[in-house]
């Protein structure tokens, strides 16, 4: 499951026998700004500075697990003989639909907990979310995975790339398409119209939304991608999670403005659990 390695080596330096990779480096940066772009969100509704900490500090901890769990039972014909593999991540295999439903479970548990509202915690930590998304694409970057099918030098040229990607790009005497580097776009435009409109959206929209966007964009992506995990011979499971991610957040979103008719998100301030129908 190793891919050799390309230009860009995946081990950004060694502490004696421990290998510090850029994969790891990447994820971390994404999430720290993340947070400190959620914040400032924080501080517009009136919760306190440290809300989120217990939050993130879960949510990524059983959000990792479950990722793991997640890629290991649609693999499960290559571990049930490699059981030794399972706990090996830095082999490869993390699932990122794994990581947010993980995530959610446990943010929504946290939530409960502390008292807080879970869909304006959705709103505050959903454009975040998709820019530590987009930036932790690279990570599979300098890993030389997730990428796509095989093209030529010339396509990618063709588009105008730096020099770095191409070469990245060149996998064991191949060129492949650079799907890292189109998802990863995808999320900050969408990171770029979550924190837009978040202001104009009613409460919990912004995280459906970003369900949404994510959803749509990864759909597309996943056709191009080699790695796919595979519920069947013709049905790969990220897409299929991205129908369903889709159609459930645009029932909630329509259910809920007909039912409950909910407050737009800049006029909420601090909400607590449990949540009731807003007047």
């Known amino acids: 499951m190793n891919i050799t390695l390309g230009y860009i080596d995946p081990v ?8 510090v990779r850029w994969y790891g480096i ?15 969100a924080l501080k517009q509704v009136g919760l306190h500075k440290d809300t989120l900490i217990d939050i993130i500090f879960y949510s990524a901890i059983v959000g990792f697990i479950v990722a793991r769990i997640y890629f290991v039972t649609f693999q ?15 082999h ?23 008292n807080l509202h879970p869909f304006q915690i959705g709103d505050i930590v959903a454009p975040s979310i998709i820019l ?19 093209v030529s030098r010339a396509f990618l040229e063709h588009l105008h790339l730096p020099d770095f990607i191409i070469r990245n790009m060149y996998i064991e005497g191949q060129y492949y ?21 978040r202001k104009r959206l009613k409460l919990g929209e912004t995280f459906f939304g970003y369900l949404i966007w994510y959803s749509v964009g990864r759909f597309f992506v996943e056709a191009m991608r080699t790695d796919s995990l595979m519920l069947t011979s013709h049905i790969r499971v990220a897409q299929l999670v991205s ?8 029932i909630f979103v329509i259910y809920r403005r007909v039912k409950y008719q909910p407050i737009k998100y800049e006029n909420s301030g601090p909400l607590t659990w449990p949540i009731k129908k807003a007047k």
């Open 12 to 19: 950004a330096f060694s502490l004696g026998p421990i290998q």
């Open 26 to 40: 990447i994820i971390a940066c994404g999430i720290l700004l993340g947070y400190f772009i959620a914040q400032a």
């Open 76 to 90: 499960w014909p290559y571990y049930m003989n490699h059981l030794s593999e399972i706990p090996k991540i830095w």
């Open 92 to 114: 490869g295999g993390i699932a990122i639909h794994g990581g947010l439903i993980g995530g959610l479970i446990s943010g929504i548990i946290v939530c409960k907990i502390k």
């Open 132 to 150: 530590a998304q987009g930036i932790g694409r690279w990570g599979n970057f300098m890993n030389h995975e997730a990428h796509g099918g095989p």
């Open 177 to 197: 398409h650079p799907t890292i580097l189109y998802e990863s776009i995808w999320d900050v435009i969408g990171f770029v119209i979550l924190i837009t409109l």
């Open 243 to 250: 129908v369903v991610l889709i159609m459930i957040s645009v």
